[in-house]
């Protein structure tokens, strides 16, 4: 059997696109074996192409014109891993129209331009893979768009960001406060120079809409996502949260409304009972949690970044859209077809822990406690820490409606015998605070 | 757009076929958005037509002829849900040469006779695939195959028995011997009345040889599989791995030989670090820690069995197999080209525990040490638990090839100063035993 040869162009090459030359060197004639086809490197486009390279790869490899690299005539697949919107955009896009398979790692894009690469994958009937977009070499989009395709998600829960789960691991695990915790992230590498697409969450709301998406068959797009990062997480709610037998994670969640017609998606700390599988997710890790219809509850757990794990995911897809190259066909298109409406935070239906500081006098937990009913947010638990001028009435209610909360979180801060509302966190995952 | 009809057969309708007529029902509107056709029953084989069924069913969809229906004319895809070798082979096989899509949750026949079934698969150009045979909903195969296509698989640590693990939980829980702990998961339904397929291993082995020959691209049956079950895990035992911070679980590991050579595959309990991923993996549920050179440290966590688990795993097969028709194309072949010889279970090298009853005098250590030492079994750490007649010698050893340690054990029991060899219990994971 004669074997075909199919050429890859690389779009950028640092962390993680030096791993994929790398891979696609030391791993072909596995990857020939398992694709049937050589897949060879056709080129690599760099931004200064007088930086020093690897030694064993061709200078002619190395271009600086991107966009006549992604349109050669040569080359087959496109793997794009610059990151960022433009230029990535336009080079995937100039890619597909000339007939080449995309595998990108790029979250931003998808997150907040995906119908107009989805519609260009669509209208030029190329191969549009992501893996790598969202929980490194974790399999994720795979399993949900083609593993779970017959079944019905109800929730995506996922710890997807790795610098704010490095961050809270050390903040419960030595009492650190957010700041000392950052700067050990910092000086070990699990944090950039500047932290806030981490810490603020923009990351884990990029991939939450891409999850979500696919989870969902549903348009989402990161502007959807309600986010909230971790800036404001205290030492002293990471302990009340150990107290009551949770952990504090920064979370992705994607959800059906209860009566099913319409999505939430949103990124925040929460509080999830140390028995939930998500809790055992430690430092650098990440973890995405489904809860299917049939299926039951599923955790798909790895490294959620760093080049190696990700280059991983990007060769996975190279042998995908390969194979499907060599039989003709292309994967699945994106799958919006549901249609359904992303509800406002409002809507969101979970539990609340609120720490109040409040005057140590009869009466206060019953001023307090009126104002939760007035709003229909039902309490499930109280209890008082600390006494006299420390004292703090802690509160985890039953299920509410989020603008109810905030409602009476509002009415709170108006009552005489509260001093301030100390912190307010999400509680997820079903039996934390039960005694 | 006209959206094309494909019928589908299933053979056999038990726990898992009666959920797969369920969702093929309820989802159907789904499923024809996801794979652009609508899915139709098109037959369902039963060993006995007269069997009460649910009322909403048309009773002429019901055939006790199995093969007739496998091969009917109209039919494109044939899901198989009898279990077992004969006569799920034969009818399999007919529905292959008929041009028929087979899925199957089959993984008797995949690990006893694969190559006879993917044989036919790539001469009748039929799609075959099995995801339901392991790990129920747990998306593992898929992963495997494709996500993973462009690593390098090291090792596979697997829970895929949720009967076992749900005894050895419930030992590690209460203390209890494996008899109780046994009659707990008859009681509750968690072990079949015969549980021989589970608690001797012979479920896990066939599931341990089809994780192998996925990972790594090499033919691997049951046959191969070294297999020791968990009867004679004792109370003992697990009290003592808890003292040394682990906990016992039935491990399925697939493993490369240190040179890549050989791989091995074996099915025993094993302690682990309770700090390992698998070790929170309580109850029934099942998990698989993947080890690869890129991806790094990957665990996929869920229901491993039940009715609605698998059926969830059969309809992600059928969306499969219907896009590729739709496209007129397959997915990938059975992949054995790395051809590697399955090494006996002597060459594994792992960490041992070995409890020996030792009479209660100076000079025994020193004998003891002495033949681990001539047998090249390097010895890790060594304790005494309990003092004169009950005292006991617990040797945790370095990494050392399993026909060392056996023989190391045999001349054990023949020396003077040792009463009984109480148990020993391989030790996986990095960490274990350490201080």
């Given at each position: 059997m004669s074997v075909r040869t199919l050429r890859v162009a690389l779009l950028g090459c640092g962390v993680v696109g030096t791993e994929v030359v790398r891979l696609l060197?030391?791993?072909?004639?596995?990857?020939a074996a398992r694709t049937g086809a050589r897949l060879e490197l056709a080129g690599i486009a760099v931004r200064r192409a007088d930086r020093k390279r690897d030694d064993d790869l061709d200078p002619a490899l190395f271009s600086t014109d991107a966009l006549g690299l992604a349109t050669r005539e040569d080359v087959d697949i496109v793997v794009e891993v610059i990151g960022g919107i433009e230029p990535a955009r336009s080079l995937v896009l100039a890619a597909m129209e000339k007939g080449k398979a995309v595998v990108t790692a790029n979250k931003?894009?998808?997150?907040?331009?995906g119908a107009t690469v989805h519609g260009a994958a669509r209208r030029y009937g190329a191969d549009l893979y992501y893996e790598a977009s969202v929980g490194g070499a974790i399999p994720l989009l795979r399993p949900l768009r083609e593993s779970l395709a017959g079944d019905h998600v109800r929730r995506v829960l996922g710890i997807?960001?790795?610098?704010?789960?490095y961050i809270l691991t050390r903040m419960e695990e030595t009492g650190a406060g957010f700041a000392d915790a950052l700067d050990e992230a910092l000086a070990l590498g699990y944090a950039e120079a500047d932290p806030t697409a981490d810490v603020d969450g923009f990351d884990a709301a990029a991939k939450a809409a891409i999850l979500a998406q696919l989870a969902f068959h549903t348009r989402v797009t990161a502007a959807d996502v309600h986010?909230?990062?971790?800036?404001?997480?205290?030492?002293?709610?990471v302990a009340s949260a150990r107290a009551?037998?949770?952990?504090?994670?920064?979370?992705?969640?994607c959800e059906r409304s209860d009566d099913g017609r319409s999505v939430g998606v949103r990124v925040h700390p929460a509080m999830i009972p140390r028995t939930h599988p998500l809790a055992s997710v430690r430092e650098a890790y990440n973890a995405v949690f489904v809860e299917a219809e049939s299926a039951g509850r599923l955790m798909l757990?790895?490294?959620g970044a760093g080049g190696a794990p990700t280059a991983s995911a990007v060769l996975g897809d190279i042998v995908a859209v390969s194979r499907n190259r060599l039989a003709g066909t292309r994967g699945p298109d994106e799958s919006t077809y549901a249609d359904l409406p992303v509800?406002?935070?409002?809507?969101a239906v979970t539990r609340y822990h609120v720490s109040l500081d409040v005057a140590d006098k009869p009466g206060v937990l019953a001023r307090v406690a009126e104002v939760f009913a007035r709003h229909d947010v039902s309490i499930q638990q109280v209890w008082q820490d600390g006494r006299g001028d420390d004292a703090?009435?802690?509160?985890?209610?039953?299920?509410?409606?989020?603008?109810a909360l905030q409602a009476t979180v509002l009415n709170l801060r108006a009552l005489d015998v509260v001093r301030a509302v100390a912190s307010i966190m999400r509680v997820e995952g079903e039996e934390a605070g039960r005694p």
């Open positions: 060197r030391q791993q072909a004639d596995d990857l931003a894009l998808l997150a907040n331009d997807v960001n790795g610098t704010t789960n986010r909230e990062g971790i800036t404001d997480v205290t030492a002293a709610s009551m037998g949770c952990s504090v994670k920064l979370l992705a969640i757990y790895g490294a509800h406002p935070m409002g809507n703090q009435l802690v509160i985890v209610t039953h299920r509410a409606r989020d603008s």
